[in-house]
C-alpha cells in the first residue's frame, strides 16, 4: 500500500462528485452517474516515487488520476507519462492477467481507485464507463503495436 487512502462516507459522496464532474474520463455524466461513481471509489493520495502498479503483479484495483503526474514503465523504460483525468491499472483487471507495466507517481497525487468488484460495477452499470474503458484499451494497444 502506498500514501493515504480515504473510504467514502456517505457524506462525501457529493463532494467526490463535484470534484470528478471537472475529471475528464467523467466528461458528460449526469450528477447521478457522478454519485455513483463517488459511492464505488476510494480516495486515495500518493506521494512522489510511491510505486501505484507492479509490473508482473496481478490487478486488484485501477485508478483515475485527480491530480499530479505519473510515468508509466515497461521493463523499466519510461513509455509514457500520464495525468489528471487518465485511467490506469484497468487494462489488468479486464483481461483478468499480470499488470503489463508499472506506474510511479512522479509528483504527489490525487487519485480515486476502484477495486475488482466497484471496477466491474462500473462497467456493468454504466456504459460511459465501459466505452471509455475501451477506446482506452484499444489506443493503448495501437500505440503497444506501432512502438514494437
Do not use: W
Not at 509514457?80 to 483487471?93: H, K
Request: net charge negative.
Amino acid at each position: 500500500m502506498f500514501g493515504k487512502r480515504n473510504k467514502i462516507d456517505s457524506g462525501e459522496v457529493d463532494d467526490l462528485a463535484e470534484t470528478l464532474a471537472g475529471v475528464a474520463f467523467f466528461e458528460d455524466f449526469s450528477r447521478e452517474e457522478l454519485r455513483r461513481v463517488a459511492e464505488l471509489a476510494e480516495e486515495v493520495e500518493a506521494t512522489e516515487g510511491a510505486k501505484l502498479i507492479d509490473q508482473g503483479r496481478v490487478g486488484q484495483e485501477c485508478y483515475v488520476v485527480l491530480e499530479g503526474q505519473a510515468g508509466v514503465y515497461m521493463a523499466d523504460e519510461h513509455v509514457a507519462t500520464v495525468g489528471p483525468g487518465t485511467m490506469v491499472g484497468e487494462m489488468s483487471l479486464v483481461e483478468h492477467r499480470p499488470r503489463n507495466a508499472s506506474v510511479v507517481a512522479e509528483t504527489p497525487m490525487k487519485l480515486v481507485a476502484f477495486d475488482t468488484k466497484a471496477f466491474k460495477t462500473l462497467l456493468q452499470e454504466m456504459p460511459k464507463v465501459h466505452d471509455r474503458v475501451m477506446a482506452t484499451l484499444a489506443a493503448r494497444l495501437k500505440n503497444n503495436a506501432g512502438a514494437s
